[in-house]
């Protein structure tokens, strides 16, 4: 998932906005 070695924010977003 980590391709460009950052962190899976295309994943945490979604969940972050529930958070």
């Known amino acids: 998932m980590a ?3 950052l962190p ?3 994943l945490a977003t979604p969940l ?3 958070l």
């Open 3 to 5: 391709d460009s070695g």
């Open 8 to 10: 899976d924010i295309h």
């Open 16 to 18: 972050d906005l529930q």
